[in-house]
């Protein structure tokens, strides 16, 4: 009762426009503006891009066969992470050896390949390699080491993301507590089965998030591969889109729909990848079925 | 007399300038049971830990059930006598140091495993029995994770014995536990050496444990045994005022 007053003395006033769309501005949960706003940079691309001359029918026509040559994106990623990742696992046991054999292999490994350019190695494995070998072996060895461009780029992939890998590796050997080697030393194990038995085991829940984190920029990155100038059989979405798109002048539509090949891809690992995670982060849970 | 068990002669134990260990000498019989005490930073720890190289010697010659080694460096040949010798030690860590990615049962399993020649089914049974002794059977297939304090430091106790260990380490086995989960450990450890008649070198501050348990105790201070004895010699007649305080502050 006692302050009826004082909402009366403050004066009625008319919202401006600007005010207006405030008040309602708040009602809106803030996804769905999220997604207006998703809506309209859309909106304004796909009008830019017929504005520009956008061959819908072209991109229909060859579309798919930009589509399909994800299969060598995949196959490209899955060859290399796994190659990628044994390289990994040496370079990090060198990294925290005290072998200095194995310490300034793996140390010269890691400060090259994380040191250059990725598309220059690419290009040191297709045609540098070759040279080198026909430079210090007898023809039919040498010969060996002239790889088709799929190889090289392959090889050039899994031993850049190996590097990075390895640092990524290393920290989670080192992440674990230095008491479970001790441990394990105390009852009796040789340093390799404390490595393999009890440290690599823990490190390996470690690395599991970052790795994936590696796999989804790598896929990406699959796409120079096709700068090596890969045959069509191993024309990856990327290359793919180069050879039509320059045919028929139809770079826009081509090089979209390659773009379109990798971010989905990448939005379905990267969902996986959350899953991952979160399982990973709850580590070693006190709860669950059976507690007693 | 027979051969003592552990012999550690004129220990030293240098961390870079700083000298924790000046000279420690030490006989152990088999079925002694030596408490280890002193103030921290005494170097009783880096004592128990230079007996099973977990720290290397700096001087000084360390022997336990005929395996003698001296300090040196690591060739091939003395990191494989080191490993011979941890055979014949079982250590009991202040954090309990459990493999956390393994079962309670595993944990207990996998040094016989994969060091001892004996068969799954006998390392199995042997793990079992081992668990029975301190009273986690039920929990053998659990996760460390899942246990207390006291359970898991029982389990890294029956994880050290499944190795048949001659003598068994304790680095302040207790420091880590609550107060209400101490006396099951101690109760552990208490039926080891007497019931047993393990022989055990215990780092510890649990004086009850030492009064009742300790064949011997020994005082450590600035890096040397500074008193030794019985514990009635230490408790009742010790003579050094070093011991005296140190006794006085903790019990």
Redesign the interface.
Known sequence: MSNTSTVEAVPHQRHGLAESLEIASLKVPFRIKVAAVWLVIGGLLLGGFFKSGFDIAWMVDHAFAIFKAVWVTIAFSIIAIACAVALALLGALGRVSRNPIAYGVSGFYTSFFRGTPLIVQLFLWYLALPQLALGLLPQQYATWFIWPAQVAGIVGIAFNYGAYMTEIFRAGIEAV?H??A?????????PG?QMR??IL??AT?IVIPPTGNEFIAMMKDTALIGLLGTTLLWADPFRMAQLSGKADFRNLEALIAAALVYWGLTAIFSFFQRKLEERMSKG???HGK??? | MTAPLVRVSHLRKSFGPLEVLKGVDMEIGAGEVVVVFGRSGSGKSTFLRCINFLEEPTTGNIEVAGISIGAGSPTRHRRKQIQSLRKTCGMVFQQFNLFPHMSVLDNVMEAPLRISSDSSKVVKDRAMTLLADVGLADKAAEYPIRLSGGQQQRVAIARALAMKPQVMLFDEPTSALDPELIHEVLSVMRSLAKDHATTMIVVTHEMGFAREVASRMCFFHEGVVLEQGTPEQMFDGSRLPETQKFLNAVM
Not at chain 1, 182 to 190: F, N
């Open positions: 507590p008491g479970q001790e441990a394990g030393a105390a009852l009796g194990m040789s089965q038995r009890i085991p823990q829940r070693y849970v006190r059976g507690a007693s």
